[in-house]
């Protein structure tokens, strides 16, 4: 875990935790990286498999490989309009809460008001 001896035995014991967590998300980074890399090969092959195959029609061309990565198609406008979703059903919820707050008071004056 890039844990040395004498920090496992002499520091503080939550650094155990810490050591084992960031190798989790070191490991979860790398599966994240190995996947991608193996779409972007079987998107290659995908491109080149109709030139590949025997029984191909004469003048048969490859299909267009992708001109950006996938990571980035869309995941700036995506998370924008997450966060402005977001943004407004929290704000909805405010509202929401604005108005159950103002009839529980007026509720609570109308009951210490009877008594």
Known sequence: MGM???????????????????QELKNEQRNTE???QGLYIYEALCCVA??????????TRPRKYSEKPYIFKGSVMEKR??????NRQMAKMEEYRAIFN???ADQKRKEVSET
């Open 81 to 86: 309009e997450q966060e402005q979703k977001i």
């Open 50 to 59: 109709p030139v590949m195959n025997a029984f191909a029609k004469t003048g």
């Open 4 to 22: 040395s001896y004498r920090q496992f035995w002499e520091e503080d014991s939550t650094l155990v935790i810490a050591y084992r967590k960031a």
């Open 102 to 104: 103002k009839r529980f």
């Open 34 to 36: 190995m996947w991608l």
